[in-house]
Each structure stands twice: as structure tokens, then as C-alpha cells.
């Protein structure tokens, strides 16, 4: 069988020098950036402060047409901004709570910087947060998530693939649950947004952010936010700026919200980020996500197989339509293995928790997967993780 997504391998220099399973933490870089970057350096050396209005100012919009492209948005409904973080707490800047509708709902296993957002609001005493319970450390009972989420929720902000599993979470059912009850949704996107097909306008999801260190091979400083189109004129962040104006160079000293998505922005935007993360977002819109994620699965799949048959513990859902684009394999001295792997260019990293944590992505070959499944063995069989004993997660 002839694998077609191998032809973007000369993409990434990366792929030539080390067995590369890492893109849930920090996608390959293509080479194309190196060209963006130039474009970048060229336009800033020789239009100087022209370049703003010539194609900076929109950039935020137009590069977020193109992640917009990923996760089915609609053109000029996707800012971009540094990152998850900040998207959240302006998401949250837009709401004030009320005796009757004050609560955030998430699982315990949402990503923790977004956890400090929603828990450092919360201190003030107007919001509370109820904080939903998992059994294993690895998945979230659906029902008890939907059981969270009634009148009083404000806000769901949660991950559509965890970070630490992979477990892939039925966004339709939580958003729909929240919709019932009057709450809006806030989808995190970033574990799955370039390895798991979805369509935030299908979803009818309030809210998407997510980044583009990851699966969509971008670097970092290029987070996204979606905003479904009709809350883009009702909206006021309070998290804002300059950009957020209707005519940021009225230089007026009241704010008049922009009346489309620019009222998300703040103040100036990332540039050199985002010309970076084009080069990565062009490659995922030309393969497809369809592509991507049948790829995927079939080598999560054999990813299994192989870590069971070494007989290693595989934490991660089993179940691909319940699983994301990683898999977690558990060793009493995951942590220390996994140093060891990164030693031997074999770059993974370690959650506790789950253990290893091994993605292929599009690029991957199958015979990598035997590879790294074959080096965990001869770690374990020779302990050459000792020397590693006190290592904890290195990135
Ligand atoms: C699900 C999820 N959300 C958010 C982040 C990162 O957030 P930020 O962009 O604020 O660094 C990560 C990074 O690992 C993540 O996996």
C-alpha cells in the first residue's frame, strides 16, 4: 500500500534527523517557514510603517480565514491572537454574571492554563465553578458532564480532545445540553483541530480557540478564535483595545465596538507569528482533514497493537471515534523512558498519568511506529531509563 501523505515528508526538515511523534505538543515545522519569515523581514525592511496598511492590519482576519478553512468557519469569523489564554479570559470578558447565572462548568481534566483563567475570575466572588469529576484520569463521563450543566451555567469552556489522553469528547451532546439551558459553549480546539474533523458551524458552537503550535504546524503566537456570527455584533468584550474599534486610527478616545469580528481583537497583533503559521495551515487545507484523520486512526490503531504486543499498558481510549490523534502508553517509569527516547531522537514527551504520549501525524511512516514501540522495549529490557529515575516531564 502506497502511502500518498508521505510526499509532504521533504516539508519538514525535522523528519530527516529524528523519529518525530510529538505533534500533539509541537508539530514539525515546514520548511516553507523560512519563507514566510523572510516575507516578514522583507516587508517590515522595506515598506516599513506602510505595511499596516498594506495587509498587516487584516491579518488577523485573513490568517484567520484560513484556520477558518480547518475548522469550517465562515470567512471573517476567526481572530486571531497569541493564544488559548488570552482568547479565553476575553471570551469571559464578555459576560457578567448574575445571582441566577454564574456557573462554569468544565471536567478536571480541561487544560490547566485555562482552568487559572476561569478560577482567578472566580476569586472575585461573582462566578463559581463546578469542576467535573473523571473516574480514571483518562476520559469524562458524558452524563455527568451533561448532568452539570443546567440554568445557572454561564459558561462550558472544555477541551474536544484532553490533553493528557487523547479522549475525544462528544462536543454535539455538550454544546446541545448548554443550548438547552440557555448557556454558551467555549470549545477548545486545540487538540484537535488539524488531526479530528469537526465543523464549528455543524456544531453550532458559541465559541472555538484553539492554537497553532500543534497539529496545524504553525509555532507559537498564533492562537484563534471563533465567534459565531450573530454574537459578533452583540458582544462587548471587555478584554479590549485599539483593534477592537470601528476606525482604530479615529484614534477616538471612546470605544465603538467594531461591528464584525474585529471587536475580539485587543491591541496590536502578533505579525511575525502569524506570517509563521501560514506555511503549516496551507499544507493541512491542500491534504484535508478527511485524509489526515483516516491516516490517523489507522496508525493509532497499529500503535495499540504494537504497544500491547510489547506488553506495555495502553491508557488511552481504545475506542478510535473516543480518541483523538495520540496514544498514551504506561510503564511504572514512563517519565524516565521517555527522556531516554528523546536521547535516542525519538520525540515524544510524558504526562503523568497517561505515561508516553506518541503521535503520528500525516507525515509519519508505519515503520516509525514499529520503531519506537521496538526502542521502548529495549529501554525496558535493558532499564536504560535508570539514569533517568528522577526526571519528571521535560516540555
Ligand atoms: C487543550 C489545550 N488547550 C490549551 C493549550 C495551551 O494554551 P495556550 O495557547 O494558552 O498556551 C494546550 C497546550 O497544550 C492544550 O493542549
Redesign the pocket.
Known amino acids: 500500500m502506497t502511502d500518498e501523505l508521505l510526499k509532504w515528508r521533504s516539508e519538514f526538515p525535522i523528519l530527516d534527523k529524528t523519529v518525530y511523534l510529538i505533534s500533539?505538543?509541537l508539530g514539525a515545522m515546514p520548511k516553507g517557514t523560512y519563507e514566510r519569515m523572510q516575507a516578514y523581514a522583507e516587508t517590515c525592511a522595506t515598506r516599513g510603517v506602510r505595511a499596516w496598511a498594506e495587509g498587516w492590519c487584516n491579518m488577523p482576519v485573513s490568517v484567520g480565514d484560513e484556520v477558518g478553512r480547518i475548522i469550517g468557519a465562515e470567512p471573517g469569523s476567526v481572530v486571531m491572537h497569541q493564544?488559548?489564554?488570552?482568547c479565553q479570559s476575553l471570551i469571559l470578558s464578555c459576560f457578567e454574571p448574575t445571582p441566577k447565572r454564574n456557573k462554569i462548568v468544565y471536567s478536571e481534566l480541561n487544560?490547566p492554563?485555562?482552568m487559572y483563567v476561569y478560577e482567578a475570575h472566580a476569586r472575585g466572588g461573582k462566578l463559581r465553578i463546578e469542576t467535573v469529576k473523571s473516574d480514571d484520569g483518562i476520559t469524562v463521563p458524558l452524563e455527568r458532564m451533561l448532568a452539570a450543566i443546567d440554568e445557572e451555567t454561564l459558561l462550558v469552556p472544555f477541551?474536544h480532545?484532553?490533553?493528557k489522553s487523547a479522549f475525544l469528547q462528544d462536543a454535539k451532546a455538550i454544546i446541545d445540553r448548554a443550548h438547552e439551558v440557555g448557556a454558551m459553549v467555549v470549545l477548545?480546539a486545540?487538540?484537535s483541530a488539524g488531526t479530528v474533523p469537526f465543523n464549528v458551524k455543524a456544531l453550532n458552537v458559541d465559541f472555538a480557540t484553539?492554537?497553532s503550535?500543534?497539529w496545524l504546524c504553525g509555532g507559537p503566537g498564533a492562537?484563534y478564535l471563533y465567534i459565531r456570527p450573530d454574537l459578533q455584533l452583540t458582544l462587548e468584550p471587555k478584554t479590549t483595545g485599539w483593534m477592537a474599534h470601528e476606525d482604530p486610527f479615529a484614534f477616538d478616545t471612546d470605544l465603538r465596538y467594531a461591528s464584525n469580528a474585529t471587536r475580539f481583537l485587543h491591541g496590536s497583533p502578533a505579525i511575525p507569528a502569524l506570517y509563521a503559521a501560514q506555511s503549516g495551515y496551507r499544507i493541512i487545507n491542500e491534504i484535508g482533514i478527511e485524509q489526515i484523520r483516516k491516516k490517523s486512526v489507522r496508525q493509532t490503531t497499529r500503535l495499540i497493537e504494537l504497544a500491547e504486543e510489547a506488553g506495555f499498558t495502553v491508557t488511552s481510549p481504545k475506542d478510535a471515534a473516543r480518541r483523538g490523534g495520540t496514544i498514551t502508553v504506561m510503564h511504572e517509569h514512563a517519565a524516565a523512558m521517555a527522556t531516554e527516547l528523546i536521547n535516542r531522537e525519538f520525540i515524544v514527551d510524558f504526562r503523568p498519568g497517561a505515561g508516553v504520549r506518541i503521535s503520528p501525524h500525516f507525515y509519519t511512516k508505519d515503520e516509525e511506529l514499529e520503531l519506537v514501540i521496538e526502542e521502548m522495549k529495549s529501554i525496558r529490557d535493558t532499564r536504560a531509563y535508570a539514569k533517568h529515575e528522577a526526571a519528571g516531564a521535560a516540555f
Open positions: 500533539h505538543s493564544n488559548v489564554s488570552i487544560f492554563s485555562v477541551s480532545v484532553l490533553f477548545d486545540y487538540q484553539g492554537g503550535v500543534k492562537g
